[in-house]
């Protein structure tokens, strides 16, 4: 129901923030209990900074989880530096032809020797 009545700041505004802040009613329950209109009690919790805050858009489910582990290749890559080297044809060790599992083997004896732990995904990249 709308009161007949002006709003009064100095009356209404303290009552408005008590219920928003104090009691958080929603504009609706406000409105209902200052008897005043929904348009009323909504433009002055606007004018007061008392309107709720939009919530950004969060998706839907949460997002995948950050891989760990580190890329293999770039592992390699710095271990051996210039002696692997990637062209057209695929990758080449020592410029010989070279698998995945021929790099890792290469990448974690010269890790080892540094003193660093080897990159270990597969037991075929132990070194010999």
């Avoid at 997002?63 to 051996?80: D, R, T, Y």
């Amino acid at each position: 129901m709308a009161r007949e009545i002006d709003w009064s700041p100095e009356l209404h505004d303290p009552v408005l923030i008590r219920l928003r802040k104090g009691r958080k009613l929603s504009i609706e329950a406000c409105a209902e209990e200052m008897r005043f209109s929904y348009s009323t009690i909504r433009r002055h919790a606007h004018r007061l900074g008392l309107m709720p805050t939009l919530k950004p858009n969060l998706p839907s489910e949460p997002p995948p989880p950050k891989n760990e582990k580190p890329n293999p290749m770039a592992v390699a890559q710095f271990w051996l530096g210039t002696r692997l080297e990637e062209r057209p044809a695929g990758y080449f060790l020592d410029r010989q032809p070279a698998g995945l599992d021929t790099i890792m083997r290469e990448a974690n004896r010269v890790a080892m020797a540094s003193g660093a732990e080897p990159l270990l995904y597969k037991d075929s990249w132990r070194p010999c």
